[in-house]
């Protein structure tokens, strides 16, 4: 089946830092990749759509200065998060989409990076 | 965007079979029905969809009502490590997913 994965899968920093995380889907290619945030006990959301060679699609009330999207390539989106606050500590996932599969479904989730800022 | 509606928690035992029902009765014609979970601290699995028919896999069966206002996720033997929020998501816009708040499920032994 089709795999996504995260790199860190968990990351500690200082305030004032930039994180990045890494997204690749494994055994597929996607053309677009989805990055969610999650706070404790609350659901996910959807923070911005990554598309391959082109600029991120953000959700409205996401900085998109803040949180910086590059999809380079067809299997790895990276989401930087630019001076990091303690706020912005978090569970961040990213899912990718299946471009040539019908029928089937065309989300895969990685298994989320934990960000902790001091 | 059609919406849906879960209750915010449920349990059963250990070996029987969980329902969780979902409502989406904005839902339009060419919109399907997708259901997740979340265990604990991990990404998203998927679980089922469909758009009118039931469906079944390995996993659960999904059966989705004539008018298509509401769907039931069926979990036919539920064991603890089926304990985990399940989202119900109607996809809006093509392809983005949005989830709603969930139901968890707490399976007792």
């Known amino acids: 089946g089709a795999v996504v994965s995260q790199h860190p899968s968990w990351v500690i920093c200082k305030s004032g830092t930039s994180v990045k995380i890494e997204c690749r889907s494994l055994?597929?290619?996607?053309?677009?990749m989805f990055w969610y945030r999650q706070f404790p006990k609350q659901s996910l959301m959807l923070m911005a759509t990554?598309?391959?060679?082109?600029?991120?699609?953000?959700e409205q009330g996401v900085e998109k200065d803040k949180f910086l999207i590059n999809h380079a390539s067809l299997t790895l989106s990276t989401l930087t998060v630019t001076s990091a606050h303690p706020e912005d500590s978090s569970f961040y996932i990213c899912s990718a989409r299946v471009t040539s599969r019908t029928n089937a479904p065309e989300q895969f989730f990685g298994p989320g990076t934990r960000l902790t800022v001091l | 965007d059609a919406k849906t509606t879960q209750p915010t928690s449920m349990d059963c035992a250990e070996g029987r079979a969980a329902n969780l029902p979902c409502n989406h009765s904005t839902i339009s014609g060419n919109e399907y029905v997708y259901w997740y979970r979340q265990i604990h601290s991990q990404g998203p699995q998927y679980i089922i969809h469909g758009l009118k028919n039931n469906e079944t896999n390995e996993m659960a069966s999904l059966i989705i009502t004539e008018d298509r206002k509401s769907s039931t996720l069926i979990l036919p033997h539920a064991t603890l490590r089926d304990t985990a929020v399940y989202y119900c998501?109607?996809?809006?816009?093509?392809?983005?997913?949005?989830f709603g708040s969930g139901t968890r499920l707490l399976v007792r032994p």
């Open positions: 998501i109607v996809r809006v816009n093509g392809y983005k997913l949005i």
């Open positions: 990554s598309n391959e060679g082109s600029k991120a699609t953000y």
């Open positions: 055994d597929f290619q996607a053309t677009t």
